[in-house]
Every structure is written in C-alpha cells, then in structure tokens.
C-alpha cells in the first residue's frame, strides 16, 4: 500500500514552512550570540588567528545535523516500504512518538534555556579561559563548545521535522530560510553594530514558540487515536481498544471522547487562513474533548512556568 496516499499534497504549502521558520530563526539568534560571544573574547585575547575553528565547528554542526534529518527520513521511508502492512498503523504512530520527543526537547529549550541564559555568557567565557590556557588544543576546545551549540539547536530542528515529516519538503525549507534569516541578523549585529531589542525578540519568539509547541500536543494526540482507530479495524481482537463511540455523528475519536467543535465548513485547517493559523498557534477545525483539555493545560502550565522564568532572568539583571 503506498502510504502517501493518505495525505494531501502540501508540496507547495508554504505555511507548512512557518513553525520550522520560528524555531530556527529563534534558536539560530541564540546560538549567533554564543558565536559573537567567542568571537568577541578571541579578539580581546589577542587570539583572532583561532575563528577558523568557530566556522570549522558552525560548520561541522550544521553538517551534521543535515545527516541526521536524511537519516530519519530514510527511516521514515524504509519502514513503511518494507513493512506495507503495518504501514497505515506505524506512519501515525511514528508521527505522534516524535511529536511527543519534540515536546520534551522544545519544552525544555524553551524553559530551561531561558532560566540559564543570564548565565551563559559567563559561562562560555570561562570554558574559553580554560581552554586557551590548554596551548595547542585550544582549537579543538573551541571546535567543540561551538559543535555542541550547534548540535544542541540542530537536533532540535531535526525532531520537529521529523513530527511533521509526512508534509514534505516545506518544514525543510521553512528550516534553512530561519537559518538564513538568524545569519543575517547575525551579521547585522555583529558587523554592523545594529541594534536590536534581544530581550524583546526572545520573548516574543518565545510566545510564538510555545503556541507551536501547544498545538503539537493536539497533533500527537490526534497520531496516537489515528493509529488506535486503524489498528482496531485491522482484526476483532483489536475492536475494543477505541473504547469511545459517539452514536449519530459521522466523524468520531477512537480515545478523545466527543468533539467539542468543528469548524471545517468556515475555517478549514488546510486552507488560508486556518493554514497559517493551524502552523503557528496549533489551530484544528475539528477538535476532540481530550485534545481541548490538553491542551489548555499545557499552554496554562508551561507558559506560566515560561513567564515566571523570564520574570526571574529580569531581576537578576
């Protein structure tokens, strides 16, 4: 059975490019500012000779987060070539595990990093004095701390993709356009001494970035019951698993219970603008009671984890 037949065609859906776009575009400023931040100590240490290893290792890290990303293409596709009758079960399953690993690794990026950040420049500047004091190896210390910065932002990017990986190219591309985008601020920043409020692009990056992150929890949750619905038709003894039926409704969940609206008519989720609405801030023209309620809970708990953090970086400074 070819899998691909289950989705539209979204190849040249550019709203699918946005939540890659804002991620990117966010942690791609984040990890500029760790670059400009050993560029800046290297020039006041006299020891400007060592940037090639900043650009050796930005370029090592984007390299290999790319092969990463093919990786988990290519095994997307071999399992459901190479097992065509699972294939319809594992697809949604696979989207919801990573759905779910892209949640933890968002979430923590976007609640940790933000509680850390006031230190981060002290940090870095003390790993560098270690490391400049270690002669030779100095490069490949430096190679290294710029390699993680990378690898950290990269695998990130990789594991959204990988949650939306049945909409093609446009996350990808929506991806590397953040990239050029955080280069050229970069650029401005650093070359130009442009000035831009950083504290407001983070907060208001990281607003963006937390409705996107709600909205795949409604997204896995919705993989999950797909595949609990497919397997339960694919034998009798699987039948009872979608313990849930609603009687005189054309559309129902398998686990979500009921649906508590249904907006397709008006605002359909796959066109504009319930596109550009659904990528951004998790918006679905048809959602079910344990959809809503997760997601209200994970908004209302981590964005109020997120702005006590950001609450607590302001008066530390």
Known sequence: MNSTKHYPDNSMDFSLTLPTFV??????????????????????????????????????????SGIVGVIFNWFMQSVGSSNPSISPILEPLLEGVFSVAAIVMLTWMLIWMTKQSRAIKGEIEGSLS???????????????????????????????????????????????????????????????????????????MGF????????????????????????????????????????????????????????????????????ILSSLFGYTDKLYLVQAIAYVLFFAIVGTIYYRSLGDRLKTK
């Open 208 to 275: 963006m970035l937390l409705s996107i992150v709600s909205g795949l929890v409604i997204s896995a949750l919705g993989h999950f019951d797909n595949a609990l619905r497919i397997l339960s038709q694919s034998d009798r003894k699987s039948e009872s698993i979608c313990f849930y039926y609603e009687h005189f409704v054309r559309e129902h969940s398998c686990v979500l219970g009921n649906m508590v609206w249904n907006s397709s008519k008006v605002l359909p989720a796959e066109k504009f603008p319930g596109a």
């Open 130 to 204: 270690n490391v400049l004091g270690k002669g030779r190896k100095a490069g490949l210390g430096i190679f290294g701390l710029i390699l993680f910065a990378i690898l950290r932002e990269g695998f990130e990017v990789v594991l959204f993709i990988s949650a939306k990986f049945q909409e093609g190219f446009m996350p990808a591309l929506g991806a590397i356009s953040g990239i050029a985008a955080a280069t050229a601020i970069a650029f401005a920043l650093f070359k130009f001494g442009v000035q831009i409020n950083i504290r407001a692009f983070f907060k208001i």
């Open 23 to 64: 991620i990117t575009l966010r942690e791609g400023v984040e990890a500029a500012l760790v670059i400009g931040i050993v560029m800046a100590y290297l020039k006041r240490a006299k020891r400007s000779h060592l940037n090639r290893w900043v650009f050796a290792g930005i370029g090592a890290g984007l390299i290999i």
